[in-house]
């Protein structure tokens, strides 16, 4: 069976993957199509019980993905048709999913075998680690049945991102440092390596298809980026000088009134001692009468 | 019944300085208002000529005839680089200003312009049109007036931003929210953290201003989404 062999609905299980720190209440979806067969498909995305596409995509190939579109969180099916079909006609593959506020996700067509596959739906990653990147990988080349997958960022075997991977497998993130990488993807029949320059603070899907030739190709996504060395903190983007400012100091005004009132009562206590202590003097002798 | 003079002189001396620190007590009391509105000459601009792109450069598939609903090119190649950003526009409130470089100051935290009328990119953040979040930041003030980021607290989701390119490109991204946060409560990660597509913020002042500290308290936030 083709339809649904692969097809996941992510619901409670989304809600552990990690989520994006985005201020905005909006998801994301990317499409893509990593089916050698057909080559072109047409890709619609509907909101949950409508009939009316959402986005489409037309013919596109094998081996390419949209970049993320913001959504708004809810149910959406997603449904692949030959390149070319009527849009009411019945799909090859479909799937539904659950998007999330934060979360961006990864619907793909994709093959486990010559006969069978589906639409895989993947919740990627937004929090890589601080400094690091992470990477999956994604085997879509049904012509090779095991492929290693290597980064030369690491000597040895632990630079094998995932090893033995079958068509159709997905694996689970590697955390690597940044730099200049080359990614080497060996089959039983074909190898390929590509430059892989990564960043910190990013995400990364890198895909192995088949070319025409029996070849294997590597096609590098970049899922999500970040600021590699975020500041600490807030930024001082300001000086005042249009800002309301308080009141200032009490002290200055305070000192003022305690002068002004020491010296009043100075003057009056002056004053007042001069008038007890002279009226005695001051006042003239009753004339003597004279008789 | 007469003053001595000495004590006259004292009284009246002192009447009138215990009136002036009353008088300039109470005046004080009063906190000198911020500068609103904003302050002449400064209006909207318009939006900058010539062509604004989307990101998705690479092999493009024309769009369809017949299916309902909006149709997009996809591509197989990865991230495409985009040039540097040089200039940003923000027609509604009249914003229009070169862009310097800023990188990381002493303590870890963001530099930030030396000028109050330009504002400036981190260098640490994704270009302005490649997937992430890009940062810009700007001052709201210098010591004496407005700065070049005065009115962002005024912008509303919907509004329009432009960033030019060192290459002649523009992007334009559309305001998606806005926020204001205590510094001590920075948001680093909702700043700085990844995103699956072209974003921009920018960050400028905003709350109280700690007159013993020299320093605004808050920061503001505007968060925009690259625009199709």
Same mark, same amino acid.
């Given at each position: 069976?083709?339809?649904?062999?692969?097809?996941?609905?992510?619901?409670?299980?989304?809600?552990?993957?990690?989520?994006?720190?985005?201020?905005?209440?909006?998801?994301?979806?990317?499409?893509?199509?990593?089916?050698?067969?057909?080559?072109?498909?047409?890709?619609?995305?509907?909101?949950?019980?409508?009939?009316?596409?959402?986005?489409?995509?037309?013919?596109?190939?094998?081996?390419?993905?949209?970049? $993320?579109?913001?959504?708004?969180?809810?149910?959406?099916? =997603?449904?692949?048709?030959?390149?070319?079909?009527?849009?009411?006609?019945?799909?090859?593959?479909?799937?539904?999913?659950?998007?999330?506020?934060?979360?961006?996700?990864?619907?793909?067509?994709?093959?486990?075998?010559?006969?069978?596959?589906?639409?895989?739906?993947?919740?990627?990653?937004?929090?890589?680690?601080?400094?690091?990147?992470?990477?999956?990988?994604?085997?879509?080349?049904?012509?090779?049945?095991?492929?290693?997958?290597?980064?030369?960022?690491?000597?040895?075997?632990?630079?094998?991102? =995932?090893?033995?991977?079958?068509?159709?497998?997905?694996?689970?993130? !590697?955390?690597?440092?940044? %730099?200049?990488?080359?990614?080497?993807?060996?089959?039983?029949? $074909?190898?390929?390596?590509?430059?892989?320059?990564?960043? !910190?603070?990013?995400?990364?899907?890198?895909?192995?298809?088949?070319?025409?030739?029996?070849?294997?190709?590597?096609?590098?996504?970049?899922?999500?980026?970040?600021?590699?060395?975020?500041? !600490?903190?807030?930024?001082?983007?300001?000086?005042?000088?249009?800002?309301?400012? %308080?009141?200032?100091?009490?002290?200055?005004?305070?000192?003022?009134?305690?002068?002004? !009132?020491?010296?009043?009562?100075?003057?009056?206590?002056?004053?007042?001692?001069?008038?007890?202590?002279?009226?005695?003097?001051?006042?003239?002798?009753?004339?003597?009468?004279? =008789? | 019944?007469?003053?001595?003079?000495?004590?006259?002189? &004292?009284?009246?001396?002192?009447?009138?300085?215990?009136?002036?620190?009353?008088?300039?007590?109470?005046?004080?009391?009063? +906190?000198?208002?911020?500068?609103?509105?904003?302050?002449?000459?400064?209006?909207?601009?318009?939006?900058?000529?010539?062509?604004?792109?989307?990101? &998705?450069?690479?092999?493009?598939?024309?769009?369809?005839?017949?299916?309902?609903? +909006?149709?997009?090119?996809?591509?197989?190649?990865?991230?495409?680089?985009?040039?540097?950003?040089?200039?940003?526009?923000?027609?509604?409130?009249?914003?229009?200003?070169?862009?310097?470089?800023?990188?990381?100051?002493?303590?870890?935290?963001?530099?930030?312009? &030396? +000028?109050?009328?330009?504002?400036?990119?981190?260098?640490? &953040?994704?270009?302005?049109?490649?997937?992430?979040?890009?940062?810009?930041?700007?001052?709201?003030?210098?010591?004496?007036?407005?700065?070049?980021?005065?009115?962002?607290?005024?912008?509303?989701?919907?509004?329009?931003?432009?960033?030019?390119?060192?290459?002649?490109?523009?992007?334009?991204?559309?305001?998606?929210?806005?926020?204001?946060?205590?510094?001590?409560?920075?948001?680093?990660?909702?700043?700085?953290?990844?995103?699956?597509?072209?974003?921009?913020?920018?960050?400028?002042?905003?709350?109280?201003?700690?007159?013993?500290?020299?320093?605004?308290?808050?920061?503001?936030?505007?968060?925009?989404?690259?625009?199709?």
């Amino acid at each position: 069976m083709l339809l649904g062999c692969l097809t996941l609905l992510l619901g409670i299980s989304a809600a552990a993957a990690s989520a994006s720190h985005a201020a905005t209440s909006t998801g994301w979806i990317s499409l893509g199509n990593l089916s050698a067969t057909p080559a072109s498909v047409d890709i619609y995305l509907y909101p949950a019980g409508s009939t009316s596409a959402q986005l489409t995509l037309p013919g596109v190939a094998y081996g390419t993905v949209s970049p $993320a579109d913001s959504v708004a969180p809810g149910g959406y099916s =997603v449904k692949i048709r030959a390149a070319g079909s009527s849009a009411s006609s019945t799909p090859i593959w479909s799937a539904s999913l659950t998007v999330q506020a934060g979360h961006s996700y990864l619907a793909v067509s994709l093959r486990t075998s010559a006969t069978q596959g589906g639409i895989k739906v993947l919740d990627n990653s937004l929090t890589p680690p601080s400094g690091k990147s992470l990477v999956r990988v994604i085997q879509a080349d049904t012509n090779q049945k095991a492929v290693t997958f290597h980064c030369s960022c690491a000597a040895g075997k632990p630079g094998d991102i =995932v090893t033995g991977a079958a068509p159709g497998s997905v694996s689970s993130y !590697a955390t690597i440092p940044p %730099g200049p990488w080359t990614m080497t993807a060996t089959g039983p029949t $074909a190898k390929s390596s590509a430059p892989v320059p990564l960043l !910190a603070d990013t995400v990364h899907t890198e895909i192995v298809i088949g070319d025409a030739s029996g070849g294997v190709k590597i096609v590098s996504l970049l899922d999500a980026a970040g600021s590699g060395e975020p500041p !600490a903190g807030g930024a001082g983007t300001g000086l005042g000088g249009t800002a309301p400012h %308080g009141p200032g100091s009490l002290l200055p005004w305070l000192a003022i009134i305690g002068a002004g !009132a020491l010296l009043t009562v100075t003057g009056g206590g002056f004053w007042l001692r001069r008038k007890v202590s002279q009226p005695a003097a001051e006042v003239p002798s009753r004339p003597t009468a004279r =008789v | 019944m007469l003053i001595p003079r000495p004590a006259a002189i &004292s009284i009246a001396a002192g009447l009138l300085t215990l009136t002036a620190g009353t008088a300039g007590l109470l005046l004080t009391r009063q +906190s000198t208002p911020a500068m609103r509105p904003p302050p002449a000459g400064v209006a909207t601009v318009p939006a900058p000529a010539g062509p604004v792109v989307a990101l &998705s450069a690479g092999p493009v598939v024309a769009p369809p005839a017949g299916p309902s609903g +909006s149709a997009r090119p996809v591509t197989a190649a990865g991230p495409v680089p985009v040039a540097r950003p040089v200039s940003l526009t923000i027609p509604v409130i009249g914003v229009k200003t070169a862009l310097t470089r800023l990188g990381l100051a002493e303590g870890g935290t963001l530099q930030v312009p &030396s +000028s109050a009328t330009v504002a400036g990119w981190y260098t640490g &953040s994704p270009r302005p049109g490649s997937i992430g979040s890009a940062v810009i930041a700007g001052h709201i003030d210098s010591k004496t007036g407005p700065g070049v980021f005065f009115r962002l607290p005024e912008l509303r989701v919907g509004d329009r931003i432009y960033v030019s390119r060192a290459d002649g490109t523009t992007v334009g991204f559309r305001v998606t929210a806005l926020g204001t946060y205590q510094k001590d409560y920075f948001p680093t990660g909702t700043v700085y953290g990844a995103t699956p597509d072209p974003e921009l913020r920018l960050i400028t002042c905003g709350g109280t201003f700690d007159d013993a500290t020299g320093h605004y308290l808050s920061n503001t936030v505007v968060y925009a989404a690259e625009t199709a």
